[in-house]
């Protein structure tokens, strides 16, 4: 059970829960199995990570323990924020709303440019600082107003179970879930993460085998795969990222290849958001993306047909901003997390009619561009 204090009336910068619930943060998994050679194989994602007594997964969070596969990570966390949606980044799934997020530590991805490596590139357990059961966790949310959860900042294939245990808990006060994922996972448990998700945010990284082998240490086809799958069998909200790095993945012909596909595979409702690379992690000696960049991406995927194109990471106006695709009608205009301007009629253009794909709620909210630390505590409260 959550206890919780009221907020001061003259603003927030940080707040502390109090929990009262006793977490283990070990817990069983069901996707592996034993060779014949003693070791157990992990099954979650295409890494096949081959384990022996006490070995951990590339990801540092799934480990081989008692002749199985364990998440050791369970209720744990690197910390909770209160966040605006399009932080991460979502332009069409519930705008303007608060969703409270958080991320364990680990990866099953070994990306160069990752700009929360302090994260997924832990092997140190007290990066987890916070605990949360799925219960506090929404009730959490709730109390602060959030229409959302997100699993974000680490990749929230490789604690899986903490997170459909804490989509459960938000199905039953409901709160939506918001995954941000790379999307490398295998079908059979991708079938069960999909299914209690609301919205997922794919971070396609390029669209090229060779970059993902060299700069993201995985394969291509099995986010492609990922993709087709959450658009043809599920219902589940989706959204792409590309974060484009200059040298690496921003070449003309690339992006329209990438940008032609989603259009083919995916549809053309699928927004796209074009993010500008910072120098990060191990790709320290890369510039960061210039502005014009993005701006050229966004042009070459709306050509494509793609409708709704967005820029990330700089400050754009125009790269912000909901237009109609039928008669161009501004129907969102954004200021970078700040909703300037709410246009839609029931999700329509009051224009033309047109629908807007997406999920709307008659108004947008009214969260802005805030970010709110949140520290859950077993004793005491904190404000600053």
Known sequence: ?????????????CIVLLMEETLTSTVQTKYWSRLEDGRVLCELCPRACKLNEGQRGLCFVRARENDGIVLTTYGRSSGFCVDPIEKKPFSHFLPGTPVFSFGTAGCNLTCKFCQNWDISKS????????????EEIADAAVRLGCRSVAFTYNDPVIFLEYARDVAAACKDRDVCTVAVTAGYINPEPRAEFFSFIDAVNIDLKAFDDDFYRRIAGGQLEPILD????????????????????????????????????IFEELGPDVPLHFSAFHPDYKMRDVPPTPRATLRRAREIAKQAGIRHVYTGNVHDREGDTTYCAECGTVLIARDWYEILKWNLDNGACPECGARCAGVFEPRPGTWGARRLPVKMEPDGIALS
């Open 1 to 13: 059970m959550l206890r919780f204090r009221g907020l001061p009336a003259n603003g927030l910068v």
């Open 123 to 134: 092997r140190e357990m007290d990066t987890l600082a916070d605990a949360a059961g799925p």
């Open 226 to 261: 990922t993709l087709r799958y959450i658009r043809s069998e599920t219902d589940v909200w989706l959204e792409i990222t590309n974060l484009v790095i200059p040298g690496h993945n921003d070449a003309d012909d690339d992006i329209r290849q990438m940008s032609e596909w």
